[in-house]
């Protein structure tokens, strides 16, 4: 028993280590794309002064988590840049990305800005109750709609479907079995039930697409994508996960009782 909540609180540290750290990491996807991207343009799809305030954000906001001051304002202030970048990245058309691409790209940032509303829901002892409540169920409409934006996209996007398809064999039936699989937890995300439970298996549902398909770098970059565009995105994935572990032993399950 003692062995157990050992492993537990190590979990808990651990993950809260690594969410702590994804905000530098961002800064410095972020850079190194707009780097690859330079030889093929004369400005920046991104204004050059918005881009230095939001890694300025992003450094700011991963030393206060990291020193844990004010961890609970800068976690939120980080959720929100994401959902800035989200909609940056689906409404840019500097960017020359296919819809398909935007919708991907955004759906990541969301599902990460869920992760940090949910996981402000835990920094601050001092909100009540209800508002503490009230952040982790925002934070679980925001992975509901990243799950169903994952659906989307593997059903309705010819070359993700292809890239499904290519990785996983099975072929169409493979591709239902995941679709079940991410409406499941979006549905359940949504609803608010069963939380705990759920986001252990969303964990596993993102592990096994992101090492699966998205993972395949090689892939991608053959196929016109920017190899840290897809980094990025990868590591939006792993974001999720390392927050649906952290969940897993902080949450309860909800049942609704008539």
């Known amino acids: 028993m003692a062995t157990s909540s050992k492993k537990i609180r190590w979990i808990k540290s651990l993950s ?31 204004n050059p002064h918005i881009i230095y305030i939001n890694l300025g954000i992003c450094v700011v906001c991963g030393v206060l988590m990291s020193v844990r ?24 058309a500097k960017l020359n990305y296919g819809e398909w691409h ?32 009230q952040l982790q169920r925002i934070g679980e409409i925001l992975l509901g709609i ?15 479907r292809r890239a499904f398809m290519d990785h996983v064999p099975g072929e169409d039936w493979s591709r239902y079995f995941a679709t079940v699989a991410l409406a ?35 892939y991608w970059t053959n196929r016109g994508v920017h190899y840290w565009n897809q980094i990025r995105m990868t590591l939006d994935n792993i974001c999720a996960v390392v927050g649906f572990v952290y969940f897993s032993i902080r949450l309860e399950n909800r049942i609704k009782v008539e």
């Open 16 to 46: 809260e280590f690594l969410l702590a750290k994804f905000p530098f990491i961002n800064a410095l996807t972020l850079l190194m794309l707009l780097a690859e991207r330079s030889p093929k343009e004369s400005f920046p799809p991104i």
């Open 146 to 160: 990243y799950f169903f934006a994952y659906m989307y996209t593997l059903n309705n996007s010819p070359d993700y």
């Open 69 to 92: 001051l004010q961890a609970n304002k800068a976690v939120l202030i980080y959720a929100g840049q994401l959902l800035y970048f989200a909609y940056t990245f689906y409404s840019n």
């Open 102 to 133: 935007r919708i991907h790209i955004a759906t990541r940032h969301v599902g990460c800005a869920g992760i940090y509303i949910m996981f402000a829901s835990f920094l601050d002892n001092q909100k009540s109750v209800a508002s503490r409540n």
């Open 184 to 218: 499941g937890c979006a549905l359940s995300f949504i609803s608010g039930h069963f939380v705990r439970d759920v986001c252990l298996f969303s964990s596993f549902v993102v592990i096994f697409m992101t090492l699966v398909v998205d993972g395949d770098l090689y």
